[in-house]
T-cell receptor
Framework: KNEVEQSPQNLTAQEGEFITINCSYSVGISALHWLQQHPGGGIVSLFMLSSGKKKHGRLIATINIQEKHSSLHITASHPRDSAVYICALQGAQKLVFGQGTRLTINP | NAGVTQTPKFRVLKTGQSMTLLCAQDMNHEYMYWYRQDPGMGLRLIHYSVGEGTTAKGEVPDGYNVSRLKKQNFLLGLESAAPSQTSVYFC????????????FGQGTRLTVV
């Protein structure tokens, strides 16, 4: 069993929809990262969480340490949000990545 | 402040050739990582380093070697390239500590024919 599982693997939605991407994990962590990767592009850090909730613009990330679960939400989605969103677990030394969720927002 | 820089950005190798990928960071980070990204799979850890002169194996280390002779540089070597090593390689770095942001290079697209 993978240490980190993301769902869904692929998500297609219409512009304006509320988007939720989930990340479940099975190991102890010191922090959890949400990252964004555009097609052919590099990887950009969106959030780093150890507890609670963070908001940046239309993006919201939450984490429940007891349930070992995190969610990334996008409000009022836009075609420019189309990308792969990756959850990564930070342990004492290593970063372990989920498989990513490919999000496509249609106009 | 360049952040994390990978060179080269693209490379085509013939089977059996060798090459070295360079990752350089100017943020004085202790921890550096090499990952490979393949279609349908998440980033998989090849090797990592927690400080100058130290290296450790990750999830998929076979066929690769690394060196961290200087704190700012982390080199990934392929001694005898194989088609299975065709991938996109990412380097990352972060400061030591439980709650430190990770920074990523732009990736190196390697094709082994």
């Amino acid at each position: 069993k993978n240490e980190v599982e993301q769902s869904p693997q692929n998500l297609t939605a219409q512009e304006g929809e509320f988007i939720t991407i989930n990340c479940s994990y099975s190991v102890g962590i010191s922090a959890l990262h949400w990252l964004q990767q555009h097609p052919g592009g590099g990887i950009v850090s969106l959030f780093m969480l150890s507890s609670g909730k963070k908001k940046h613009g239309r993006l919201i990330a939450t984490i429940n340490i007891q349930e070992k679960h995190s969610s990334l939400h996008i409000t009022a989605s836009h075609p420019r949000d189309s990308a792969v969103y990756i959850c990564a677990l930070q342990g004492a030394q290593k970063l372990v990545f989920g498989q990513g969720t490919r999000l496509t927002i249609n106009p | 402040n360049a952040g994390v820089t990978q060179t080269p950005k693209f490379r085509v190798l013939k089977t059996g050739q060798s090459m070295t990928l360079l990752c350089a960071q100017d943020m004085n980070h202790e921890y550096m990582y090499w990952y490979r990204q393949d279609p349908g799979m998440g980033l998989r850890l090849i090797h990592y380093s927690v400080g100058e002169g130290t290296t450790a194996k990750g999830e998929v280390p076979d066929g690769y070697n690394v060196s961290r002779l200087k704190k700012q540089n982390f080199l990934l070597g392929l001694e005898s390239a194989a088609p299975s090593q065709t991938s996109v390689y990412f380097c990352a770095s972060r400061e030591q500590g439980a709650f430190t942001e990770a920074f990523f290079g732009q990736g190196t697209r390697l094709t082994v024919v």
